[in-house]
């Protein structure tokens, strides 16, 4: 008997040493105790919050970059908020090409922007007159916004809207109001403004909440959560239950992408109303860049199937080697070689064609 309680406390011995050891290694990977945040959020928690006022919601309700902020990094912003040339400096007798997009037309990772983001690539190796409308962060309300403002008033000869699909499928919609931002940027990261179904007026209250009610375990509710809160392996375990909700949620508007198929179908009906081209340009999450294509039709028929869309959908294949790890998940300088290389070959054979070639 004494033997078997010798085993089991030396077995117990090991299961408290082990334990140690993983706490130690995840610890090591950047994760505190009560940390609950997926690996894809780069949200942190800070001193002092402030706001970065690199971005401001215009009169239009569209976002757009400050030139001040942008002006000491370096970065040209024109004079209506966008990393583009000014409007007034257009060459009417160039093919003109407008982009509209998130991070990925902006060339967020792309080093340096300027040179390595494949909307740049495709402006200084053709003589297009390129017009780039892609800001951080935006989603399929920003475009369509864009879209119906500037394709009437520039008349691209064709619009490129860039879709990624790791964050462009919309579980909720939302409304475009005039200054009023629907995401905060600030010290701690981007924070959205609507969360879990909650719209927060400042960057302090939905910062508290994501702080202590949704990523972080600073206010445990229970023992339970008290113990857990203490241990980083623990709050990464107990956080897999946050992470399948999300994983059910994103599967859910997978099946029926009704909201953001909306906004596109407005897109496309922006671009026809002035009788021009519009293409949606696909950009994977890294996680699906292997897939093949057939395979991630499959996976997205609802949205890259459906009969108003598909035959606008440009996809090309991709792989994982062209972008980023988490947290970032951007393209890096051989993606956006990949997608410039695309582009430019699509656009030669749409010229070609538009012309009779």
Not at 117 to 142: H, K, M, S, W
Not at 214 to 234: C, D, G, Q, T, V
Not at 268 to 292: G, R, Y
Request: with cysteine; glycine share 6%; net charge neutral.
């Amino acid at each position: 008997m004494r033997s078997k309680l010798k085993l089991i406390s030396f077995q117990l011995f090991l299961l408290v040493v082990l334990l140690g050891i993983v706490e130690f290694i995840v610890r090591g990977m950047g994760y505190a105790p009560g940390d609950m945040r997926p690996n894809w959020l780069n949200l942190k928690p800070v001193d002092s919050l402030y706001m970065v006022n690199d971005y401001t919601v215009n009169g239009d309700g569209i976002l757009v970059a400050d030139s001040a902020y942008w002006a000491n990094r370096r970065t040209g912003i024109n004079n209506e908020g966008f990393r583009t040339p000014d409007f007034d400096k257009l060459d009417s007798t160039k093919k003109k090409v407008l982009f509209i997009g998130d991070s990925f037309t902006w060339g967020l990772s792309a080093e340096p922007v300027v040179n390595h983001c494949f909307v740049d690539l495709v402006r200084n190796e053709n003589n297009y007159e390129v017009i780039n409308l892609g800001i951080p962060a935006t989603d399929p309300p920003q475009y369509y916004t864009v879209a119906k403002k500037y394709i009437p008033r520039f008349k691209p000869d064709i619009t490129f809207v860039v879709f990624y699909m790791g964050n462009d499928l919309m579980t909720e919609d939302r409304e475009v109001k005039p200054f009023d931002p629907f995401y905060y940027d600030t010290n701690a990261g981007a924070i959205m403004a609507d969360l879990d179904g909650i719209h927060f007026n400042s960057a302090q209250e939905v910062y508290h909440y994501a702080m202590y009610e949704r990523y972080f375990l600073r206010n445990p509710k229970n023992i339970f959560e008290r113990i857990i809160a203490k241990s980083a392996l623990l709050s990464r375990i107990y956080s897999v239950r946050f992470r399948i909700e999300e994983k059910l949620k994103y599967e859910a508007v997978v099946k029926d992408s009704h909201i953001t198929k909306k906004y596109l179908k407005q897109i496309q009906q922006a671009a026809a109303q002035n009788h021009l081209a519009v293409k949606f340009i696909l950009v994977p999450e890294i996680k699906d860049a292997d897939k093949s294509l057939d395979d991630y039709r499959k996976k997205f028929s609802d949205i890259l199937e459906d009969k108003d869309l598909k035959d606008d959908w440009i996809m090309l294949p991709n792989a994982k080697a062209n972008f980023n790890d988490y947290p970032d998940g951007h393209l890096n300088n051989k993606g956006h070689r990949h997608y410039a290389d695309y582009i430019e070959n699509y656009l030669k054979d749409f010229f070609g064609r538009k012309e009779g070639h």
